[in-house]
């Protein structure tokens, strides 16, 4: 079991990382991180999610590559956020898109219950179960959702695949989703 960390500690420990130098879309990665983390919370995103927002990208990521810890360092990241945080987070950071986005869609038109996806460097194929599919489109969807106004990816960046992943979560992503996207017009990014 985990020992629950207070959020200055992770915090800390992500100050200490350096996360505070690293450039992340219009503003440092550390605020990226914790303005993830309160993305999640402002869903309903339970506790673990929430840590698993705050670390979403902390192994590097297919578009994130300026930090990253080794991956040697899962089992003090598990000891520091959780089993389930880390995992979500881990996911979201080795994960081909491709591969996730396609197992999100045949999640919303089956009940199936056995995906796998893809890790972008060749490793194995990694198995997930619905709640573990459901919970890394949770962290994955509002990392973009908070970041898509600043992006130089621009608004039709993956839009219907994470449209879809807010549909896999439920209404309380969907809602976020639709907000967010309805300010497009207002926003200077290309699309």
């Not at 985990?2 to 800390?12: G, I, K, S």
């Amino acid at each position: 079991m985990v020992a629950e960390r207070t959020d200055e500690e992770l915090f800390e420990f992500l100050v200490n990382l350096g996360t505070g130098e690293v450039a992340h879309t219009g503003h440092d990665f550390l605020t990226h991180l914790k303005a993830v983390k309160a993305t999640v919370e402002s869903v309903g995103g339970d506790a673990e999610m929430a840590r698993a927002g705050l670390f979403h990208s902390i192994y590097g990521t297919q578009g994130f590559q300026d930090f990253s810890l080794p991956l040697e360092e899962r089992a003090q990241m598990r000891d520091l956020i959780g089993e389930r945080a880390e995992f979500t987070a881990f996911c979201n950071c080795v994960m081909d898109r491709a591969t996730f986005d396609a197992e999100v869609a045949r999640a919303l038109e089956s009940d199936a219950d056995s995906f796998e996806i893809r890790d972008r460097e060749g490793s194995p194929p990694i198995a997930l179960n619905r709640q573990q599919l459901t919970d890394l489109a949770e962290v994955h969807v509002c990392d973009w959702l908070e970041q898509v106004e600043r992006s130089d990816r621009g608004w039709g960046y993956r839009r219907e695949a994470y449209r879809q992943m807010a549909e896999l979560v439920g209404p309380r992503v969907v809602r976020l989703y639709d907000e967010v996207f309805a300010r497009e017009g207002a926003s200077s990014t290309p699309s």
